[in-house]
């Protein structure tokens, strides 16, 4: 089992930065992949970025490359997402998962039912 805790939204302009950390418990941390997802009002949950258990690969969906950066510390046991550059499109609950695949191919882990443990999210809202 894999217990997470997403902190770090807020209410931020347009342009602004946040970064969001989730803190992981319970089972080794360094045997998991990570990723984060969000979800915005009448939208299905989409993915964002995913980390290998390294941290040696990571992979974010086009929308996001360029703003936001995937990152984990294991010695911490968090995963983090710096976005930078927001837009009020990326208003959402954002959510950190945690996944039992080892490969650093990170770029096809978007799928949810690859993540076994989820959090319960973390609001963003970015005002215009």
């Known amino acids: 089992q894999v217990q997470l805790v997403e902190s770090g939204g807020g209410l931020v302009q347009a342009g602004d930065s946040l970064r969001l950390s989730c803190v992981a418990s319970?089972?080794?941390?360094?045997?998991?992949?990570m990723g984060w997802f969000r979800q915005a009002p009448g939208k299905e949950r989409e993915f964002v970025a995913a980390?290998?258990?390294?941290?040696?690969?990571?992979y974010h969906v086009d929308s996001v490359k360029g703003r936001f950066t995937i990152s984990r510390d294991n010695d911490k046991n968090t995963v983090y997402l710096q976005m930078n550059s927001l837009k009020p499109e990326d208003t959402a609950v954002y959510y950190c998962?945690?996944?039992?695949?080892?490969?650093?191919?990170?770029?096809?882990?978007?799928?949810?039912?690859?993540?076994?443990?989820w959090g319960r999210g973390t609001q963003v809202t970015v005002s215009s």
């Open positions: 319970g089972r080794s941390f360094r045997s998991v992949g």
């Open positions: 980390i290998s258990w390294s941290g040696g690969s990571t």
């Open positions: 998962a945690a996944g039992n695949w080892h490969s650093p191919a990170t770029r096809s882990k978007v799928a949810e039912n690859l993540y076994d443990y």
